[in-house]
């Protein structure tokens, strides 16, 4: 048993125009697959980890043999937050529903609103590269956070709903320095009833 490699559910240039055919390419069989490929190598001494999902993998995180933390972290992390990645993103944009629309409304002042401008606020000023996270809390709270480098919500005990990855990688090719460019892309492609669901889950 080793970790795969998911196929995106949709075409690489699928999410034209908002994000590119090439970065879409690149981003998912080099960047991501790295991030797989080195799981696996690193956990060649645990193969009893090898068999475990990327869920319970990360949920796992704090009990892990000291010797495999740092590539879990790293490679896990990174295999994780991009599979959701592809999940939460779609061609065919909706907004969001009522009833999801209620959840915000519930969680931030100001709701669905408050949501976006939160989201947008944090990714374009997280410093370096990391990943803005919507997660919720063991008690069903929904939160907005920034993490760095690949950590994930899970790590933590939080369950990671909706994220964005603004590592370079993921925009430089078309937005080169304009974060906030890509960002707003990135709004126009999020998988909104999939969001949703994780959220209901
Ligand atoms: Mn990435």
Do not use: C
Request: charge should be negative.
């Amino acid at each position: 048993m080793t970790y795969t490699l998911p196929n995106l559910p949709y075409s690489y240039e699928a999410l034209e125009p908002q994000i590119d055919s090439k970065t879409m390419e690149i981003h998912h069989s080099k960047h991501h697959n790295t991030y797989v490929t080195k799981l696996n190598a690193g956990l060649e001494k645990h193969p009893e980890l090898l068999s475990l999902d990327i869920y319970s993998l990360i949920s796992k995180f704090n009990e892990l043999p000291e010797d495999v933390k740092t590539v879990v972290k790293n490679h896990g992390g990174g295999h994780l937050n991009h599979s959701i990645f592809w999940e939460t993103m779609t061609p065919n944009y909706e907004e969001p529903s009522e009833n999801l629309k209620n959840i915000f409304k519930e969680n931030f002042l100001g709701g669905y609103d408050q949501v976006v401008l939160q989201f947008k606020e944090l990714a374009t000023n997280l410093f370096g590269s990391g990943w803005t996270w919507l997660l919720k809390s063991p008690e069903g709270k929904l939160y907005i956070r920034n993490y760095p480098n690949q950590e994930n919500p899970l790590m933590y005990g939080d369950t990671p709903i909706l994220g964005i990855d603004v590592w370079e990688h993921a925009y430089y090719l078309k937005n080169q320095n304009r974060r906030n460019e890509y960002i707003d892309s990135w709004f126009q492609v999020i998988n909104w009833k999939e969001v949703e669901n994780r959220i209901n889950k």
